[in-house]
Nanobody, 121 residues
Framework: QVQLVESGGGLVQAGGSLRLSCSASGTIFSINTMGWYRQAPGKQRELVAA???????DYADFVKGRFTISRDNANDTVYLQMNSLKPEDTAVYYCNAGYKRVWYAALRELWGQGTQVTVSS
């Protein structure tokens, strides 16, 4: 069974930092783009940052200059370094990946279970 397991969430004061990690496990041939999304109470899930297998990155405007996404392809792991956190960053953060189980299979999408990030003012 293929799954994504996240860690690193928690409670931090405004201006502080957190680092999220997400590792894929199971039978995986390849992973394409990996990303982080977040969902605050009463709001829709939104993209925070994404990274391709080649290392190209994209960020939502509201995190540019504060968050950094990185990836360890050898260990199928993606990270999100979050600095200068604001109370409005409070949300459940979800890891996402597009992967293939075997080379000839169609691309599938996988979500992690989510990790809570709470920023106090």
């Amino acid at each position: 069974q293929v799954q994504l397991v996240e860690s690193g969430g928690g409670l931090v004061q405004a201006g502080g930092s957190l680092r999220l990690s997400c590792s894929a496990s199971g039978t995986i041939f390849s992973i394409n783009t990996m990303g982080w999304y977040r969902q605050a109470p009463g709001k829709q899930r939104e993209l925070v940052a994404a990274i391709t297998s080649g290392g190209s990155t994209d960020y939502a405007d509201f995190v540019k200059g504060r968050f950094t996404i990185s990836r360890d392809n050898a260990n199928d792991t993606v990270y999100l370094q979050m600095n200068s956190l604001k109370p409005e960053d409070t949300a459940v953060y979800y890891c996402n990946a597009g992967y293939k189980r075997v080379w000839y299979a169609a691309l599938r999408e996988l979500w992690g279970q989510g990790t809570q990030v709470t920023v106090s003012s």
